[in-house]
């Protein structure tokens, strides 16, 4: 008999997320969970039917949020349950991370941990009397089901809600004492410097870089901190914990040896064995620290991370129109990391037996495999490539050296890729946010600059036109996310802070003055909207934003650094590039305002304590004048571009419209004496040089100094 039409049958259920944007949400539009989008309505349902919402919170590429979904939320008896007792809420954590911030410090308070899902149990009134992450189905050791705890707490609700009551508002108000002002401070002590290198060292990972023990997490702020305090101290063992953190992960699994870029964290200590996803703010801040620390050494092994970093997300992430997209999960195939893993009889019959002898012999391939699967505990015969510590980067071998019959690694790789290619792709998360894409396009501005790149610098404009033009509203504010061709979600302190600083790095690459001006123009406006003026600082939301628990002052700097350190930054750099005192002003009112938090843990604030390299006293800025086209003149940018120096900004005074924009936003410029032919003017603390004329004079300067 032969078989019949395929039917496209339709979805069995769907609930409200079905008319959202989210992907991570309308990944749950079917289930049979009566799931509502965050919202007053939510709100207003629970009240009106007297039931505890049940919040569940997550993003698109969270392999963990896949399988409660699978077990649970897909589940007829959890789902009748769960609309039973309770008003069901999804929230994606990158379309509100106020939200998912605010509940996640609840769960980290109670329980002493946290991560994704992010289950709470709240009142009507948003206040939590219950909060966890991950809850199978049935119950485990140590680990209660669902079907064991919705039961309970409806009997809780049912027979003592004014208890939970009472409860959920002594929690409330526990976590707003909590996260009320922090404690600030006349000044930064220097020693808080120190102490921040003191930490690392005693984390540090001797054997295989990083910090702390497994799982480890690319911690490029961490790395960018020993690298500024290097070059500021001179302690060569902080470079050192730089070097081989870097080298380690390169070689790593937690490295994608053939597609490129960086996967979220490693479940090992030795970086082999990843957790697959792929998310878009660890290539920006993988990249730019990559680039950092081939300022400093000059190793080209760092500079071919961050390049090809670059062409991965050039390649995969970049939507049609310029900008960037959010991540890529780690399943596919229902399976975790199965898009990237490899057996040995695979490799063989794709390419030559030399070639693929020498796959699984650099990527240390076995036939029994090297990926021991989380869930079971066991290798399956599939492999991670992964180098060995300190084994060379792939690479040809050239001229003479290598025989007509070599493989060369060009061509392995591009077997690889295509045969990796043709498997099902995991889900990429088409989002586009405005804090991540500020942070990529900072990236390949500095990338740019510092790797003689036009093409990079072309990239970052594209993304900037796209979020300036069509995630700008019409008064003046961001909106945080686009998608479908609609965009929405008022900006958030992240948004500004993140974009500002990807202005002011594309500014410093290509001399454009409207991104210089727009990087004033968005940094004011968020002074309006998110600056404490009670303590200093700035919150996580605006001030007219909607009121969820409490009001967010992020400090930590974690996955992403906080808004307030990159905020930090950009109004030093600001300050020394326009000479507006109020702007350095802020900037030490808001390191004031951070000083107990910094102080209390300063490895926790370790971008907060790089943004110091652009301070008052640190900074340099270089004034180049001449026409853009003229040789001399593009020496002149490119030896100033060499060597490792933190904090030094640029200014571009060239002899056509862009130079008569910059002076006209900073008119002190005129008081500069410039001649016609081109020059270079170095300014530090607020005092500037005689002008350098030529690129001879101005390297012996740069030399000396």
């Known amino acids: 008999m032969r078989p019949g039409p395929k039917l496209n049958r339709q979805p069995a259920h769907s609930n409200r997320l079905i008319h959202e944007r989210s992907p991570y949400l309308l990944q749950h539009a079917h289930n049979p969970v009566d799931w509502h989008p965050w919202g007053a309505a939510a709100f207003t349902a629970a009240r009106q039917a007297g039931k505890p919402v049940f919040l569940s919170v997550g993003y698109a590429t969270c392999h963990w949020c896949h399988v409660m979904e699978r077990e649970s939320f897909d589940d007829p008896e959890v789902a009748r349950l769960i609309n039973e007792t309770f008003i069901p809420v999804k929230v994606d954590r990158e379309e509100r991370p106020d939200v998912d911030h605010v509940y996640m410090t609840v769960c980290q308070a109670m329980t002493g941990r946290g991560g994704w899902p992010l289950t709470a149990l709240l009142t009507a009134d948003g206040e939590p009397f219950f909060v966890g992450t991950y809850f199978p189905k049935y119950s485990r050791p140590g680990l209660p089901g669902l079907l064991e705890l919705i039961p309970r707490f409806r009997s809780l609700w049912q027979e003592q809600r004014d208890e939970l009551l009472r409860n959920a508002a002594e929690i409330a108000a526990a976590i707003r004492e909590e996260m009320g002002p922090a404690a600030g401070g006349s000044a930064l002590s220097p020693s808080v410097y120190n102490q921040a290198f003191t930490q690392l060292r005693a984390s540090y990972d001797r054997s295989a870089g990083g910090f702390g023990p497994a799982p480890k997490f690319p911690t490029p702020h961490k790395v960018m901190f020993l690298l500024r305090y290097w070059k500021r101290t001179g302690e060569v063992m902080a470079l050192e914990m730089a070097r081989q953190t870097l080298r380690h992960m390169r070689r790593g699994g937690v490295y994608d040896q053939i597609g490129f870029g960086f996967h979220r964290y490693s479940t090992d200590a030795a970086w082999r064995l990843p957790h697959f996803e792929k998310m878009l703010y660890d290539q920006a801040l993988m990249a730019a620290v990559y680039i950092e620390a081939y300022q400093a050494t000059g190793d080209p092994e760092f500079r071919t991370t961050a390049e090809e970093i670059f062409e991965y997300v050039i390649r995969d992430m970049r939507d049609p129109g310029g900008a960037f997209y959010s991540a890529e999960d780690a399943d596919s195939e229902g399976v975790e990391g199965k898009f990237y893993l490899w057996s040995t009889d695979e490799v063989r019959q794709i390419m030559s037996p030399d070639e693929a002898e020498q796959v699984i012999a650099s990527f240390n391939l076995a036939a029994s495999g090297n990926f ?280 571009w005074l060239t002899k056509d419209a862009e130079g008569e924009a910059i002076r006209t936003l900073i008119p002190h410029l005129d008081n500069l004496s410039v001649s016609g032919a081109p020059s270079a003017i170095i300014c530090r603390n607020q005092t500037c040089q005689s002008p350098l004329n030529g690129p001879d004079e101005l390297a012996r300067f740069l030399e000396s100094s």
């Not at 690889?416 to 995991?426: C, E, G, I």
């Not at 943004?611 to 004034?623: D, F, N, Q, R, Y």
């Open 372 to 651: 021991i699967d989380p869930h079971q505990h066991t290798p399956g015969g599939s492999n991670v490539l992964y180098l060995s510590a300190g084994a060379p980067l792939p690479a040809d071998t050239p001229g003479p050296d290598r025989s007509p019959q070599q493989p060369t690694w060009k061509r392995i790789r591009s077997i690889l890729l295509d045969a990796r290619n043709r498997r099902d792709r995991p889900l990429r998360d088409d989002k586009i946010l405005t804090d991540w894409n500020g942070l990529m396009i900072g990236a390949l501005a500095m990338g740019a600059r510092v790797l003689d790149r036009p093409d990079l610098a072309k990239a970052a404009i594209q993304a900037l036109d796209f979020v300036l033009s069509r995630m700008s509203q019409t008064d003046g504010r961001l909106f945080h996310r686009h998608r479908g061709g609609e965009s929405g979600i008022d900006g958030q302190l992240d948004d500004y802070a993140f974009l500002v600083h990807g202005l002011l790095e594309t500014y410093q690459a290509t001399g454009l003055a409207r991104y210089l001006s727009q990087a004033i123009r968005l940094t004011d406006r968020a002074l309006e909207l998110f600056w404490d003026q009670e303590s200093g600082g700035c919150f996580m939301t605006p001030a007219d934003g909607e009121q969820l628990l409490f009001r967010a002052k992020e400090t930590h700097d974690g996955a992403t650094p906080s808004g307030n350190s990159v905020s930090l930054e950009n109004l030093y750099c600001l300050a020394s590039l326009t000479s507006r005192a109020d702007y350095a002003e802020i900037a030490d009112q808001l390191l004031h305002g951070l000083a107990g938090r910094v102080a209390g843990a300063p490895s926790a604030h370790a971008r907060c304590l790089s943004a110091l390299s652009a301070a008052p006293g640190m900074e340099t800025v270089i004034v180049l004048s001449g026409r853009r086209e003229d040789e001399a003149f593009q020496r002149m940018l490119g030896i100033t571009r060499r060597g490792y120096r933190p904090g030094t900004m640029w200014l």
